[in-house]
């Protein structure tokens, strides 16, 4: 199974197919868009979630180690260096493993690959690219990096683009979306943490060959979390699960929606098939209840 994932929603969807296959029979591309360079090394944040999540060491926030401490943040602080995260000790030291992997001339596959390996995790987490290629948010206050967004101005200013670049498609990724029938698209916020992997050169094209399962992020005309809304409008969609099905309607063949919503089959363009089910994931419970409707579905198709 592929999972196209960026932070929080998708990681919750991940903790619960974990427990519904062999993480061997995983795979996860993960959006860089969000990444930034900070106190000299490259933070990641979609995929660090994405790797704690697999090693259950995620921490309640879905950001971060569990339990971590932020002495050396909190040393920055009191010496006048403002950072742009609130980074912890332990999520720092993973960043400057990759970072050292980085300044000797390797790629951003190759520093996660041996990240999982030195967190003996079986799934195979890849990086969409091994670009940098950071999302600007353009906004009445300027143009910015989305953790800008996110963080520093906590996504009050509005928002007129969400610029992703387009970056490389790796071997790795290629191979792995080669290897599969299927893929999911977790319930992240379609524009800036699914999006930035659709531009990856030649990903769409691929996926319009494939066989693909969207869980939708927004509950009638509400984002379960994020920016999504002032995301959504800044492309012209509306704020539903309809704007979601349009946003990927280029190959999508099943929008799941939360069994709340108001969309109905009729809504939809007649080749998107509608599922509802319960989308809101509070814990593991309810991760891996979507996860097995999800299986259920891929099994159906097979």
Partial sequence: MLLLSGGTGSPKLLAGLLLCCSSADVSVIANTGDDIWISGNLVCPDLDTIIYTASGIVSERWWGVKGDTFRTHEKLA????EEALAIGDHDRAIHIFRSDFLRRGTTLTDATRAICASLELSAKILPMTNDFVPTTIVTDKGEMHIQDFLVKYQQVPSVSQVRCQAGKMTKEVQTALEECRS?????????????????VHGMRQILKDRFIIAVSPIIRSEPISGPARKFMQSRGLPVSSLGVAEFYSSFLDVLIVDHRDDIFQSDLPSDIRLFRADTIMYGIQQSKKLATEIVRILARQS
């Fill in 183 to 199: 893929v999911v698209i977790g319930p992240s916020n379609p524009i800036s943490s699914i999006g930035p992997i659709l531009n």
């Fill in 78 to 81: 009191s010496l006048g260096l």
